[in-house]
């Protein structure tokens, strides 16, 4: 089917993109700077969809939201946030972030502005031929090497966050 | 009406990547921090997926490696948390300030 | 013998575990208003996650007075205030009381009377198993058998309706024997349900004996040893499933028990599961003793001669009786005037609580539920 | 506009693939107020099945045989005082209930009720699917948290961490069905919900039957995490009652509450949706091999009719049982017309067109039927899981038994 209404998806999902990840790094409480990033996370699999990357936009809500989000709420839980909530809740190191964030948004700006003859610019069109399908001969083919890797870093990391999270071991 | 190319989406992208560099650097609380990173990964991650669309699917592929870290990335980091909150009664991040305890 | 003073329980609210700096430990309110807790009983958990590092239980919010008001009541007039202990097995409740002042009197009830007396026991021994499998059940989450429970209890609430008019709290025996003769079509009534309940019992087993999720969660659930079960004082079926073959209707036999042939069945491993298995052998008991006295069933007086007022001799007595939860001991101080100077209530419930903490410790939330269930505790006798 | 409007009917896609966006929309409203209607009976059902199986009644008042009982129940629960506790983080808390719905109802997008019978199809339908469900999770925990009370979080810590182990077992079941799809000429599979039964319909065999018995214990898996992927008993450790008086929903009342039993119903269909259309052949009929011709076409083609009329024949056969005394007189007559009403769908659904283009609806709906009917059965027969105990089926049993399965069909498919 053709896209419909594209420019307003698209400025509509990247609103509340941009939105919710202001959300997430002013919020005081922890559990409503979740709720804005799971948010944030679900917007942006909508642009995957856009871009015609459904098998990403799947995983991004499959493994993102569902997954690592929910670990991210059991951890804010356990820790108790009652004090947290109440205290300082930014470093002395604003301005050195308000900086670094100048200096990368100018670095941005320039980039784009000069190199945008770099890349061309396209419209995203549909694609004929299974996504899925695609994604996935890639890679079991090409990168089947560096998924043995990721599989191996899931799998440290399981081990790493088992021995630092547990009691006694 | 401007047709939405691969520009927009960068732009996006850039955004949230500056959003999460400011949380990183300012916030106190460690769970933020690492809220933050996960924003700045998947700022990388739209940035792959939008310049997939021009220069094949190998962005999609890397998108998918970059959310299998950023779970790893989680788990560990939230484990660490955890750890180091059972400790310290504390989950402000400059508080950290020592190598042992 | 293990110490009992060892297992008086302390809390230690709020102390973290020594062992290692710790996340902090959860205190849970389990109760008074909880559906679990049979009624008011509140349970504070002090939890690490789900695991339990200890209990306090805290009791009285059915508190009524009822020893104090023994002394402002003649002897007979005290009688219907004992059905409301134990509401569910009140007929045992009553038992024990009279049989307690004749004993202070010196009188015996006649043969007919004591075999009355039997049957409607045991048949309220049934039907108070028959709640508590319900219930039991109900609270490790399957819901089913507590109709089927409640659906045969209902025969047992009819003969006793029959009989003295009353459902649930009968205030079936008087002092010195029965009030009412059995009436007519009794004994056919007792051997229907006789005839009427064995399936239905094989009906329950059914569901749960080999029941995987039932075994998992009840096996090696709140084990408790023998020794520490006398150390507490614990009674009842929870004792006999701790291998102690302890059971008053054989040890100190009353109201004619030496005159029936039936067997104690007792457990191995102290568990919830071997307590589930000894309370259904009960009840199959249970159905022998009343078919040998619904058989035997001798002719003759129901009331031994006991006079208008009852003004015991002074002196003191302690007699207790094989309720369905345990030894029901009653103590009656007798100044010789026609109210108790003093009667002092031994509850198997409220005896048998005490062992929650040493049962549930290091076990999760789940098994606490699993196990005040099976103590069949009834809080109008813990809290009298 | 006209012929926007019937330019529809006689494609052979989804409105969604078609772009049509008038049918989308009318199949949105009628897939969402059909899964509300059918929570509403589901309510009444298992209410009655529940009653049925434990020796009583269950509600006979409003209503003949209690029917009316659900809208009795609908209008108690909105009219009710909406409690928000005092310290409850109240937005969250007005918002996790939504959250619920939301990923219930969401997933009913692509579940394909028949070949053209579904709002749109997804390449990455199933994905699609297990994705948005597993976020009800999310409801939960922040209903728990934010209740800002000691059972619901409980509870939800409790069901944020049986759902997301018991998601693995189901994720690898689900993909080793997926792998069947592949088993074609081209060797491509599918993850669109249309595309699995189509593959299934060209395979000539459902799922459940293929390489005998892998399929059929990926879907027992699949069944046994989809109970506890909706919080159900033996599994309904999240809410369990008798522990933690009503688990994450403790706080809850009226309204909120309602919600969350709407999305915990809805989400029941969800999934035995899925377990349908990836091993029970979706909206094929029975025996499509064994019974083939135009034959057996119009006889199976006449079972919805049948059923209807059936279910009218009970209301009446209920009328003439109805005690003959006044106080029954509206009962009665309450009874004889839902009877007439469902024999006149019945007799609807004997006209060609209609039951033609409705007998992919009705086995669909059929089996997903069954699978309810499971449902309730397994809450009257099972008593609940202890949570150690859960995990270890979860983790010890399941995911090991899943692996297997898939890496079994997977062997199994290249070989043969």
Known sequence: MAPVATTFFFYLQAGIAVVSGILVITRRNPVHSALALILGLLAQAGLYLMLYAPFVAGVQIILYAGGIMVLFLFVIMLVNLERAKKEEQFNKQWLVGTAAAAALGFLFVTVYLKGNALWPQSIPQPVESSNTQEVGTLLYGQYMFAFEIASLLLLVAIIGAVVMAKKRI | MVPITTLHYLVVAAALFILGVIGVLTRRNVVIILMSIELILNAVNLNLVAFSRIWGLHGQVFAIFVITDAAAEAAVGLGILIAFFRNKETVNVDEVDLLKW | ?384 | MLDYITSYLSSNVTPGQAGNWFWATVYVFVVFGGVAVVVLSMNWLERKALAHFQVRLGPMRVGPHGLMQPFADAIKLLTKEDIIPDQADKFVFWIAPLIILCAAFTVYIVIPFGPTHAITDLNIGILFMLGVSSLSVLGIVMAGWASNSHYPLIGSLRSSAQMVSYEVAMGLAVVSAILMTSLNASGTGTLSMIGIVQAQQEQHIWYVFKFFPLGLMAMVIFAIAMVAETNRAPFDLPEAESELTAGFHTEYSGLRWSLFMLGEYAAMGAVSSIAVTLWLGGWLRPFPNFLKGSFFDLVFSLFPGFTFLALAGFCFLGVVRMPKHPTFRIQTIGLAGFGAMLGLIGLVLFVTPVRVRVQDIYWFLAKVAGFMYLYIWYRATFPRYRFDQLMKVGWKVLLPAALAVLIVTAIVGVLF
């Open chain 3, 1 to 384: 013998m293990t110490d009992p003073t060892t297992y008086i329980s302390h809390l230690e609210l709020g102390q973290p575990d020594k062992t290692y700096l710790d996340t902090n430990e959860l205190i849970l309110n389990m109760g008074p208003q909880h559906p679990a807790t049979h009624g008011v009983l509140r349970v504070i958990l002090r939890l690490d996650g789900e695991k339990v590092l200890g209990t306090e239980c805290v009791i009285g919010y059915l508190h009524r007075g009822v020893e104090k008001i023994a002394e402002n009541r003649t002897y007979a007039m005290f009688n219907p205030y004992v059905d409301r202990l134990d509401y569910v097995a009140a007929v045992s409740n009553g038992l024990g009381y009279c049989e307690a002042v004749e004993k202070l009197l010196n009188v015996e009830a006649p043969p007919r009377a004591r075999y009355i007396r039997v049957i409607l026991t045991e048949l309220n021994r049934l039907a108070s198993h028959m709640v508590w499998l319900g219930t039991h059940a109900l609270d490790i989450g399957a819901m089913t058998p507590l109709f089927y429970t409640f659906r045969d209890r209902e025969e047992i609430l009819k003969i006793f309706e029959k009989y003295c008019g009353a459902r649930l709290t009968t205030h079936a025996f008087r002092i010195g024997g029965c009030q009412y003769e059995t009436y007519e079509g009794f004994e056919k009534d007792v051997k229907d349900f006789l005839d009427f309940v064995p399936p239905k019992i094989d009906e329950y087993e059914e569901l749960l004996t080999t029941n995987r999720i039932w075994v998992e969660r009840t096996r090696n659930v709140g084990k408790i040893s023998g020794a520490d079960c006398i150390a507490l004082g614990v009674t009842g079926p929870v004792l006999r499933a701790s291998g102690v073959k302890w059971d008053i209707r054989k040890a100190v036999p009353y109201s004619g028990y030496q005159e029936f042939d039936f067997e104690i069945p007792t457990g191995e491993n102290g568990d919830t599961f071997d307590r589930y298995v000894v309370r259904m052998k009960e009840m199959r008991q249970s159905l022998r003793i009343i078919q040998q006295a619904v058989d035997g069933l001798p002719s003759g007086p129901i009331m031994a001669k006991v006079g208008k007022v009852i003004k015991p001799p002074v002196g003191e007595i302690y007699h207790s009786i094989e309720a369905p939860k345990g030894e029901l001991g009653y103590y009656i101080v007798s100044d010789g005037s026609t109210q108790p100077y003093r009667v002092r209530i031994r509850p198997p419930s409220f005896v048998n609580l005490q062992a929650l903490d040493l049962m549930v410790r290091g076990q999760l939330v789940a098994d606490v539920i699993a196990v005040i269930g099976t103590f069949d505790i009834v809080l109008g006798e813990v809290d009298r």
